[in-house]
């Protein structure tokens, strides 16, 4: 079957010009839409500094797709609050590697290989509730009111997410990321 794709983003593209593509798919979010930013490509192509941004939180200009939805996401919540309208946050971040699910927001964590890990891992549950919503009931659930901190359980997820570099290549080729913010 053939793909279609929305947009393709050539790899001189900016951050800025990444985010200006997604930012009505944020804002459909707010108006109730259940939405998903997605990347795809090879190891080492740049989806993690695309979704996430860089390690230096004042290198403003690539700040990644996520750092910018959330800010969105809660500026323009704000400027509702005066129409009546009432928003409330939840997020969430896991890790699936090799077929299991690592909450990457448990206390517990640190940073880790995945074979130091995997006595420790929980076998998460997932399923669809009466609405159709997607559950992981045992997961790290987080309330959130603003950004920042938003930003402090993102370096946190990172920190969970690291790994010895003799095992990057292995790891990063098999590692999925899920972040979810709740509205």
Known sequence: N??????????????????????????????GYNTCIFTYGQTGSGKTFTMEGPENPHDFDNRGMIPRAVEQVFTTAKSLEGLGWVYDFEVFFLEIYQEKIRDLLEKTGSSRSPKENNSKEKNFEIYHNKDGLTQIPELTTVKVDNPSIVLEILKLASKNRAVATTNCNERSSRSHSVFQIRI
């Open 2 to 31: 053939p793909f279609t794709f929305d947009k393709v983003f050539p790899p001189s593209s900016t951050q800025n010009e990444v985010f200006e593509e997604l930012s009505q798919l944020v804002q459909s979010s707010l108006d």
